[in-house]
């Protein structure tokens, strides 16, 4: 099992940027694809982006709604994955999860992660 820890929401205004921060514990980081996915009031929980594996050369893949603002990372040494969210709109105001799929395969379906953090929340005002 991989623990999940998230950091970083906050309030910003429209245009602004904020950068969320995933530690994870408990298990080989670098061997573990990890994903973001957000949730806002009253609507399903949504793929973000996602980072591959080292070993699959930390290969990245976004939600076209992000594609061009949102950057996703990871330091293995810090076994943490960042988003960095720039051009933020209302749109994206929402709780982001951090989520790790353990068993090498890259994919950006909810379903197919096996850990979850417990989320931050980021509110964009306009």
């Known amino acids: 099992q991989v623990q999940l820890v998230e950091s970083g929401g906050g309030l910003v205004q429209s245009g602004g940027s904020l950068r969320l921060s995933c530690t994870a514990s408990?298990?080989?980081?670098?061997?573990?694809?990890m994903g973001w996915f957000r949730q806002a009031s009253g609507k399903e929980r949504d793929f973000v982006a996602a980072?591959?594996?080292?070993?699959?050369?930390?290969?990245?893949k976004y939600a076209d709604s992000v594609k061009g603002r949102f950057t996703i990372s990871r330091d293995n040494a810090k076994k943490t994955v960042y988003l960095q969210m720039n051009r933020l709109e209302p749109e994206d105001t929402a709780v982001y999860y951090c989520?790790?799929?353990?068993?090498?395969?890259?994919?950006?379906?909810?379903?197919?992660?096996?850990?979850w953090g417990k989320g931050t929340e980021v509110t964009v005002s306009s």
């Open positions: 989520a790790a799929r353990r068993d090498f395969q890259f994919t950006t379906i909810l379903g197919e992660y096996d850990d």
């Open positions: 980072i591959s594996r080292t070993g699959l050369g930390g290969v990245t």
């Open positions: 408990g298990r080989a980081f670098s061997t573990i694809t």
